[in-house]
């Protein structure tokens, strides 16, 4: 069993800069691929970014590609989301996810096994 614990969030206005962190209690956290998903109001949960258990390969999605930055410190067990230049849009509860067996490049939500509870971020313009 695999528990997430998402935290970073808050209000920040927009342009502004966040970093979200996701600490993960597992003994294997390196076999596990990461990553983050959001959710905004009335929307769908949608993919932000992957990475695979060594780092070695990372995915983004096209509306944060430039803004956000994955990354993870398997000695820490946790796995992070800068996120810069925010804008209203990227108003979201932000979840992170993890799994085993991933479909490249990794933006299929049903293959996550694990999620957190999310953190909010709201963008104020």
């Known amino acids: 069993q695999v528990q997430l614990v998402e935290s970073g969030g808050g209000l920040v206005q927009a342009g502004g800069s966040l970093r979200l962190s996701c600490a993960a209690s597992v003994r294997t956290f390196s076999r596990y691929t990461m990553a983050w998903f959001r959710q905004a109001p009335g929307k769908e949960r949608e993919f932000v970014a992957t990475?695979?258990?060594?780092?070695?390969?990372?995915y983004y999605a096209d509306s944060v590609k430039g803004r956000f930055t994955i990354s993870r410190d398997n000695a820490k067990n946790t796995v992070y989301l800068q996120i810069n230049s925010l804008g209203p849009e990227d108003t979201a509860v932000y979840y992170c996810a993890a799994g085993t067996y991933i479909t490249y490049p990794g933006r299929n939500r049903n293959d996550y096994n694990y999620w957190g509870q999310g953190t909010q971020v709201t963008v104020s313009s």
């Open positions: 990475i695979t258990g060594s780092g070695g390969s990372i």
